[in-house]
């Protein structure tokens, strides 16, 4: 509630300003709008955005530890938070005037070893192993240190030693992307484990090497099991799930009204609507994600295309298509109503095995899944309720399931969503049978009810907001409920038996709970058909109330 009320008096404030024609925060109003950088010296040096979290790294710098690991999804920030830490601890103090971090450490220089993964050329050509030494002596030159022989492992362990002993001091080495090679390959088991091999070998020697090491920082989309590529580094601590760092990378919704109210309240004005319903729109659409299932936060790679753009869209989705992921799915036969409200112990999302790559997992570290809810069952089990953290992964994500299994998916869902919204539900129902018609049937088991109920709940999804499945009454489970601005709908599915499915409806009073809200409430029974293998018989009543 607190939140609540800070988040609105900032509204407020901010509206107040504009009213009065007084200054709002430069960082709104003047400063562009950062979508490809990636530098902070950059970032700073040219007046863009820069959501100010260098508290969290005092914060780690104030704690006087060393080995730190962060997973988060691609396009989160990590790359931003490492360059951050780079030009802190190269003492650029200049860079860092009236941030959190100014006036809270001990300003030093340190040398830094910045590895970035994603520009290391490993491939059929030349293995991860040669292209790790590679970068290692390319550093080493950059330093003025002479290159050594030998492992890669050994190449480090030479530099970090040398370039220590040459400064007097301890180094610092931040590496980003460091999963690269692992998540390149992931369907190719047999490169993905010597990729692997490989990777552990390199990361190996750190754990000894303390005394030549002030701070260390891994970030990756992945976290994989200690037996995999950290087995050796096993002093990481892991911030991942840690709630005082839950908001290390992405936007919270403090900080979107802070540092882009100007750009909410000009898209506001352009489509005729207040702030706070722009707000909540773009709540919808990009927040959500959470690590600790407490703190949110927005995506910010699809704030910046969405107040580059005024276009509400799938920014975030639109830069990757998760074919593994669909392969995944595919292979281990998951339900796609199966990957809402998924309840899972927390030790499964923490690691991944490199060699049995698990779909919740995968689904939750790459982005498609995050925690809505935690429950501390005992002081020493810890689970999780995940889900899809908002409308841009949901729709995206289930519409490209959808569209892999029925390629006529984008003109019938479109025409769904309008027989729907117009009150045609027997002509949205006839648009039904054409995506079931095109379900293979190996993926598709026809004489299963829950298979009929599955693909139903991904197309109501796809059509509209305000939609659930399996609602509850205190006679029943409703089998779905679809909600517009003026009617109410309530199905009931049977197996053969489209009357069935609606007598149900009356004899558990399903509509009870919807009839306060003055809508017009239409009822629908649903067959199934397994002789066609698609919806059958469907009766359609008004109620009259």
Do not use: C
Request: proline share 3%; charged share 30%; hydrophobic share 40%.
């Amino acid at each position: 509630m607190l939140l609540i009320d800070k988040i609105q008096g900032k509204i407020a404030r901010f509206l107040r300003r504009r009213e009065e024609k007084k200054p709002v925060n430069k960082s709104s109003e003047s400063r562009q709008l950062p979508i490809d950088v990636q530098f902070f010296a950059k970032l700073m040096g040219n007046d863009f955005i820069y959501v100010d979290k260098t508290g969290y790294i005092a914060k780690l710098i104030e704690s006087k530890l060393t080995y730190f690991f962060l997973s988060r999804p691609r396009r989160f920030g990590k790359s931003l938070l490492l360059s951050t830490m780079k030009e802190v601890f190269s003492g650029r103090k200049d860079l860092f005037k009236n941030l959190k971090i100014y006036d809270r450490i001990d300003w030093q220089t340190y040398p830094v070893i910045y590895f970035d993964f994603s520009l290391i050329g490993a491939g059929e050509s030349i293995p991860v192993e040669k292209a790790l030494a590679d970068e290692v002596d390319k550093i080493a030159g950059e330093y003025g240190l002479p290159a050594a022989s030998g492992a890669s492992k050994t190449r480090l362990r030479f530099l970090i030693e040398n370039l220590s002993k040459r400064e007097n001091k301890p180094v610092v080495i931040l590496v980003d992307e460091y999963d690269k090679f692992i998540i390149d390959q992931i369907t190719n088991d047999e490169q993905r484990e010597i990729n692997r091999s490989q990777l552990k070998e390199f990361f190996s020697i750190l754990k000894g090497m303390g005394n030549f090491i002030r701070f260390l920082f891994i970030t990756g989309v992945s976290r994989f099991s200690h037996v995999s590529i950290f087995s050796d580094l096993n002093n990481l601590i892991d911030l991942t799930f840690d709630p005082d760092y839950a908001a290390i990378a992405g936007y919270t919704e403090d900080e979107l009204i802070d540092y882009f109210s100007d750009y909410i309240q000009r898209f506001a004005e352009k489509e005729n609507r207040s702030f706070e319903e722009l707000l909540d729109v773009t709540r919808k659409w990009y927040n959500g994600y959470s690590w600790d299932g407490t703190t949110r936060v927005y995506n910010p790679f699809s704030i910046l295309k969405l107040f580059k753009s005024f276009e509400f869209r799938d920014h975030w989705y639109a830069t990757g298509t998760p074919t593994f992921l669909i392969k995944a799915i595919r292979e281990q036969a998951v339900g796609i109503q199966e990957l809402d409200n998924i309840r899972v112990n927390k030790s499964k999302l923490e690691n991944m095995d490199v060699g049995k790559l698990e779909l919740i997992p995968l689904l939750f570290q790459t982005g498609y899944l995050t925690i809505v809810e935690k429950i501390k069952k005992d002081i020493d089990n810890i689970e999780f309720i995940v889900d899809y953290p908002n409308r841009d992964v949901r729709y995206s994500f289930l519409n490209y399931l959808l569209e892999d299994i029925s390629p006529r998916n984008p003109r019938l869902i479109d025409n769904i969503a309008a027989a729907i919204l117009e009150n045609r539900i027997a002509d949205a129902l006839k648009a039904m049978r054409g995506i079931f018609a095109d379900v293979p049937y190996i993926i598709f088991n026809h004489e299963e009810e829950a298979s009929y109920h599955s693909l139903m709940h991904v197309i109501f999804l796809l059509i509209l907001d305000k939609t659930g499945s399996e609602i509850q009454t205190n006679r029943g489970r409703i089998d779905h409920v679809i909600e517009t601005d003026k009617y109410i709908y309530i199905f009931e599915f049977k197996m053969e038996d489209a009357q069935r499915a609606l007598d149900q409806i009356h004899e558990r009073k399903y509509f009870e709970k919807y009839m306060i809200k003055g809508k017009q409430i239409v009822l629908v029974g649903v067959s199934f058909s397994k002789e066609q293998k698609n919806i059958g018989e469907w009766i359609i009543e008004d109620l009259v109330h």
